[in-house]
């Protein structure tokens, strides 16, 4: 069944509700709320949380018989298709991390055997070190994997270059081992680098980063906050810019990528101005309408950076959304439309880059 998306406009909006937006500079951290970062940015919510990850099951169709995409998810099973980033799996039981491996070490015999039958230069595959680290890499030509177990988690960070010597791929091979740690979900890292689900990667500020991560209110299981973080890069010139404005992304959201629902309304008349960071953009609120008929309730903002500005000005993107049965299925009430709609905005206020104390 195909179904259709209709935005109808909801003219709700006060006069003071229009003149309201949210300075992300101006946030101060309300009661019971706790700090998380996701890459080079940090973001507050209330309560507890927990983040999305890969299962063991999700994270090693990797290194099975045909190499496959796999969604992140809660560790309930429910899915969180909007992160984006490097493998990464919730924590692990030992057998679970046995298999895992023993998938990896088949991997790394099978791309050996590869180079013998095919008759390749030799110097095309090696067995790389981990150091002190618990795991396994391997180089083929100039890309390399490399899977690391750390506090039972594991992670899987896969690099290098075809027009790149060895010798300037194996830096950033040595890079991921120094450099890739285990933090606590809710732990804000004071160096320079990447946060991601259960780890972070310091570095000196400059790379280049595309991450996205989910996270759900355990006090509130019907609340799901997604924020994205990439560095903002040049547009290319066959890229029709119409169709990459914040405004522009947002309505794509709610009319095509979002498909749990079969009709969003939006509450307010106009998209309304919001500040990410350092960074302007838009925002918008709906009333979604699930295919069960139930009613819940969604909030998406955008900012588009500026590659050419001499600060950070990432590409941002944030979402808030409801749905009702999640909470309803362990006997909690849903949020109301007011109360979300202020938690929504607060937590938009709350995104902000990551403080960097350490030099």
Not at 26 to 53: H, K, Y
Not at 201 to 210: T, V
Request: with cysteine; proline share 4%; glycine share 6%.
């Amino acid at each position: 069944m195909i179904f259709r998306y209709f935005l109808k406009t909801v003219f709700t909006i006060s006069v003071a509700s229009i003149a309201t937006t949210c300075f992300a500079r101006d946030f101060e951290l309300p009661n019971g709320w706790n700090n998380e970062c996701v890459g080079r940015m940090q973001i507050s919510m209330p309560g507890t949380f927990e983040v999305a990850a890969k299962s063991a099951q999700s994270f090693g169709k990797y290194f099975g018989e045909v190499a496959e995409q796999s969604q992140f998810e809660f560790i309930d099973g429910q899915i969180a298709g909007y992160s984006k980033g490097t493998d990464i799996t919730h924590k692990l039981i030992q057998n679970q991390i046995q298999n895992i491996f023993d998938m990896v070490k088949k991997r790394v015999e099978s791309t050996r055997n590869l180079v013998s039958k095919e008759k390749e230069n030799p110097n095309n595959f090696e067995i790389l070190q981990t150091g002190q680290k618990t795991g396994i890499a391997y180089r083929y030509k100039n890309g390399y994997v490399l899977v690391l177990l750390m506090n039972g988690h594991l992670i899987k960070k896969i690099g290098g270059d075809k027009n790149k010597e060895w010798e300037s791929v194996e830096k950033e091979f040595e890079n991921d081992i120094n450099n890739i740690k285990y933090r606590d979900t809710g732990e804000i890292p004071t160096d320079s680098g990447i946060c991601m689900p259960y780890f972070f990667k310091a570095d000196s500020g400059n790379e280049p980063r595309w991450i996205a991560m989910t996270y759900r209110l355990k006090e509130h299981p019907d609340i799901t906050i997604m924020l994205k973080d990439e560095k903002a890069e040049p547009i290319p010139s066959y890229v029709n810019r119409s169709k990459i404005t914040p405004a522009a992304k947002i309505d794509f959201f709610w009319r095509q990528r979002y498909q749990n629902t079969i009709e969003a309304e939006y509450l307010w008349s106009f998209m309304r101005p919001i500040k990410l960071a350092n960074v302007w953009g838009k925002a918008a609120a709906v009333k979604m309408t699930r295919r069960g008929g139930e009613t819940d309730f969604g909030y998406y903002a955008v900012a588009n950076g500026d590659p050419d500005a001499k600060e950070d000005t990432p590409n941002l993107e944030l979402y808030v959304i409801q749905d009702s049965k999640n909470a309803k299925s362990k006997g909690i009430e849903p949020m109301n439309k007011e109360d979300f709609l202020e938690l929504a905005q607060k937590i938009a206020a709350s995104v902000r880059h990551r403080p960097i104390t350490t030099q």
